[in-house]
C-alpha cells in the first residue's frame, strides 16, 4: 500500500468540520487552477485558428510557392514566362510538391452605367483548385475556366460588387490597355465572393487564363507563372530549395529567366503579424502558470498549517519528513486534478460553443475574420494539461519542506 497516497486520499475526502479554513482553500487552490487552464487553453486556440485561418486565406489567393519570372516576382509589372507541359511536368515532379497551376494577371477597368473601378484580373485555367474560393462564395458560382476558350465569366468580390452596385448574372463591360489601345470585353459575372481580405477583395477578379493571357498578347504556353501548392507547409523551406536547385536560375526558350518566391516572402508583414501572437500566447501562459502555482502554494501553506496537529502524530508514530511531504504533494495532486478536469471542460466546452455557433463576433475590417476563430487541437491542449501538472507540482516542492520543520512535541500542543 502506498501510505502517503493513502493518507492523502482521506484527507481530501474528509468533510469532518465544515468551518476548518482548508475547505474554502481548497475550492479558491481548484478554482484558481481551473481557471488558469481555460484560459490557456482558450488563448492557444484562439491563436492557433486566428492564425491558420488568415495564413489559409492569404494562400488562398497566392498558394504556397510563386514560380515565374525573376522581374515580375520582384515588382508590379507582368512579363510572361514559358508554362508549357514541359515545364509543368518538371514542378510537379518535385518532392514535396501537391498541385502545379497556372495563372495569368492582367490590369483592367470594370465600368457599368454610373461608375467604374480599377482591378486586377486573375486568368486561371482548369487545374486550379477552387476549395478555398467555393468556401468564401456568397453569391453565384465558381465556374471551372479554360486556357483553351473563354466563357466570358469573370467572378468578383463582395467589395467590388458594393461599390458598383452589381449581383451574380448581371453583365459588365471591361476595358483593358494594350500598346495603346483599348480594348473592351462584356462579361457575365459568375460569382461573388468574400474573404475579408481587404488587400485582395478590393482588387481581385477571376476570369479564364485564356482570356488573360489574349490581353496581354501572349503566346499559348505562357502565363504570368505557376502557383506551387506544399504537401505539408512545415517543409515548404525544404520544397522551396530543392525548386532553386532545379528550376531557379534556368531560362526558357523566350529567353526569361526562371525564379520563385515563397508566400512567406511575398506578404512578410502578414506573416511577421502573426508571428508576434506567439509572443502574446507565452506570455499568457506564463501569467496563468504563475497564477495557478501561487494559488496552490498558498493553499498547501494553510493545510500544512491547519494540519500541525497530524504531523505531529504522524511524525511521533515514525513517519518520516519525506513521508509526510509526499503525503501532502499527493493531497495537492488531488486538488490540482480536480481543477484541471473542470479547467477542460470549462476551456474545450467554450470553444466548441465558438467553433459550432460562432457566438463572439469581430470586425472583418480590422481582423479579416467575422467571427472569433479557434482551433482544437487535441495534442497541444494535452501538452498544456502534462506542463500544468509538472510545474503545479514543481513549485509545490519547496513550500512541501515547512514539514521538516515542525516538532511533534510542539505541534502536538500547537492550536
Same mark, same amino acid.
Given at each position: 500500500?502506498?501510505?502517503?497516497?493513502?493518507?492523502?486520499?482521506?484527507?481530501?475526502?474528509?468533510?469532518?468540520?465544515?468551518?476548518?479554513?482548508?475547505?474554502?482553500?481548497?475550492?479558491?487552490?481548484?478554482?484558481?487552477?481551473?481557471?488558469?487552464?481555460?484560459?490557456?487553453?482558450?488563448?492557444?486556440?484562439?491563436?492557433?485558428?486566428?492564425?491558420?485561418?488568415?495564413?489559409?486565406?492569404?494562400?488562398?489567393?497566392?498558394?504556397?510557392?510563386?514560380?515565374?519570372?525573376?522581374?515580375?516576382?520582384?515588382?508590379?509589372?507582368?512579363?510572361?514566362?514559358?508554362?508549357?507541359?514541359?515545364?509543368?511536368?518538371?514542378?510537379?515532379?518535385?518532392?514535396?510538391?501537391?498541385?502545379?497551376?497556372?495563372?495569368?494577371?492582367?490590369?483592367?477597368?470594370?465600368?457599368?452605367?454610373?461608375?467604374?473601378?480599377?482591378?486586377?484580373?486573375?486568368?486561371?485555367?482548369?487545374?486550379?483548385?477552387?476549395?478555398?474560393?467555393?468556401?468564401?462564395?456568397?453569391?453565384?458560382?465558381?465556374?471551372?475556366?479554360?486556357?483553351?476558350?473563354?466563357?466570358?465569366?469573370?467572378?468578383?468580390?463582395?467589395?467590388?460588387?458594393?461599390?458598383?452596385?452589381?449581383?451574380?448574372?448581371?453583365?459588365?463591360?471591361?476595358?483593358?490597355?494594350?500598346?495603346?489601345?483599348?480594348?473592351?470585353?462584356?462579361?457575365?459575372?459568375?460569382?461573388?465572393?468574400?474573404?475579408? !481580405?481587404?488587400?485582395?477583395? *478590393?482588387?481581385?477578379?477571376? %476570369?479564364? $487564363?485564356?482570356? /488573360? +493571357?489574349?490581353?496581354? =498578347?501572349?503566346?499559348?504556353?505562357?502565363?504570368?507563372?505557376?502557383?506551387?501548392?506544399?504537401?505539408?507547409?512545415?517543409?515548404?523551406?525544404?520544397?522551396?530549395?530543392?525548386?532553386?536547385?532545379?528550376?531557379?536560375?534556368?531560362?526558357?526558350?523566350?529567353?526569361?529567366?526562371?525564379?520563385?518566391?515563397?508566400?512567406?516572402?511575398?506578404?512578410?508583414?502578414?506573416?511577421?503579424?502573426?508571428?508576434?501572437?506567439?509572443?502574446?500566447?507565452?506570455?499568457?501562459?506564463?501569467?496563468?502558470?504563475?497564477?495557478?502555482?501561487?494559488?496552490?502554494?498558498?493553499?498547501?501553506?494553510?493545510?500544512?498549517?491547519?494540519?500541525?496537529?497530524?504531523?505531529?502524530?504522524?511524525?511521533? !508514530?515514525?513517519?518520516?519528513? *519525506?513521508?509526510?511531504?509526499? %503525503?501532502? $504533494?499527493?493531497? /495537492? +495532486?488531488?486538488?490540482? =486534478?480536480?481543477?484541471?478536469?473542470?479547467?477542460?471542460?470549462?476551456?474545450?466546452?467554450?470553444?466548441?460553443?465558438?467553433?459550432?455557433?460562432?457566438?463572439?463576433?469581430?470586425?472583418?475590417?480590422?481582423?479579416?475574420?467575422?467571427?472569433?476563430?479557434?482551433?482544437?487541437?487535441?495534442?497541444?491542449?494535452?501538452?498544456?494539461?502534462?506542463?500544468?501538472?509538472?510545474?503545479?507540482?514543481?513549485?509545490?516542492?519547496?513550500?512541501?519542506?515547512?514539514?521538516?520543520?515542525?516538532?511533534?512535541?510542539?505541534?502536538?500542543?500547537?492550536?
Amino acid at each position: 500500500m502506498n501510505f502517503p497516497l493513502y493518507i492523502a486520499r482521506r484527507i481530501y475526502n474528509d468533510q469532518g468540520d465544515k468551518h476548518k479554513v482548508s475547505r474554502p482553500v481548497i475550492r479558491i487552490a481548484t478554482l484558481g487552477v481551473a481557471i488558469g487552464l481555460a484560459v490557456m487553453i482558450i488563448s492557444v486556440s484562439v491563436v492557433f485558428g486566428f492564425k491558420h485561418t488568415i495564413r489559409d486565406k492569404v494562400i488562398g489567393f497566392g498558394s504556397h510557392i510563386t514560380v515565374g519570372d525573376f522581374t515580375t516576382l520582384q515588382g508590379n509589372d507582368q512579363y510572361p514566362i514559358e508554362m508549357g507541359d514541359s515545364m509543368m511536368k518538371v514542378l510537379k515532379s518535385i518532392k514535396g510538391v501537391d498541385k502545379v497551376q497556372r495563372y495569368a494577371i492582367k490590369q483592367g477597368i470594370l465600368k457599368t452605367d454610373s461608375d467604374f473601378l480599377g482591378v486586377m484580373f486573375k486568368g486561371v485555367a482548369q487545374e486550379y483548385d477552387t476549395t478555398f474560393m467555393h468556401k468564401n462564395m456568397v453569391e453565384g458560382h465558381f465556374p471551372v475556366f479554360s486556357d483553351q476558350a473563354s466563357k466570358q465569366q469573370i467572378v468578383i468580390s463582395k467589395m467590388i460588387a458594393d461599390q458598383l452596385h452589381l449581383h451574380a448574372g448581371d453583365r459588365i463591360f471591361a476595358y483593358f490597355f494594350s500598346n495603346d489601345q483599348v480594348r473592351p470585353r462584356r462579361y457575365t459575372i459568375a460569382g461573388v465572393y468574400q474573404t475579408n !481580405l481587404t488587400m485582395f477583395d *478590393k482588387v481581385m477578379c477571376f %476570369t479564364d $487564363l485564356y482570356s /488573360a +493571357v489574349k490581353l496581354n =498578347g501572349w503566346e499559348s504556353d505562357q502565363a504570368s507563372g505557376a502557383e506551387l501548392t506544399v504537401k505539408d507547409f512545415s517543409h515548404l523551406d525544404e520544397v522551396e530549395d530543392i525548386l532553386t536547385h532545379r528550376v531557379n536560375r534556368s531560362v526558357d526558350r523566350y529567353g526569361t529567366t526562371y525564379s520563385s518566391t515563397t508566400i512567406q516572402e511575398n506578404y512578410p508583414q502578414i506573416f511577421s503579424w502573426l508571428d508576434l501572437l506567439d509572443l502574446n500566447v507565452w506570455i499568457i501562459l506564463a501569467l496563468m502558470v504563475c497564477v495557478a502555482g501561487f494559488t496552490m502554494i498558498s493553499g498547501l501553506l494553510i493545510i500544512i498549517l491547519e494540519r500541525t496537529n497530524m504531523i505531529g502524530v504522524l511524525k511521533a !508514530l515514525g513517519a518520516k519528513n *519525506k513521508t509526510v511531504r509526499h %503525503t501532502f $504533494l499527493w493531497f /495537492a +495532486v488531488f486538488i490540482i =486534478g480536480k481543477g484541471m478536469l473542470i479547467g477542460n471542460l470549462i476551456g474545450i466546452g467554450l470553444i466548441l460553443i465558438q467553433q459550432f455557433t460562432g457566438v463572439i463576433k469581430l470586425d472583418p475590417a480590422t481582423y479579416y475574420v467575422s467571427t472569433v476563430p479557434v482551433e482544437l487541437n487535441i495534442p497541444i491542449i494535452l501538452l498544456i494539461n502534462i506542463a500544468t501538472l509538472i510545474v503545479s507540482i514543481f513549485v509545490l516542492i519547496a513550500p512541501s519542506y515547512l514539514i521538516s520543520h515542525i516538532h511533534p512535541a510542539k505541534s502536538m500542543r500547537y492550536e
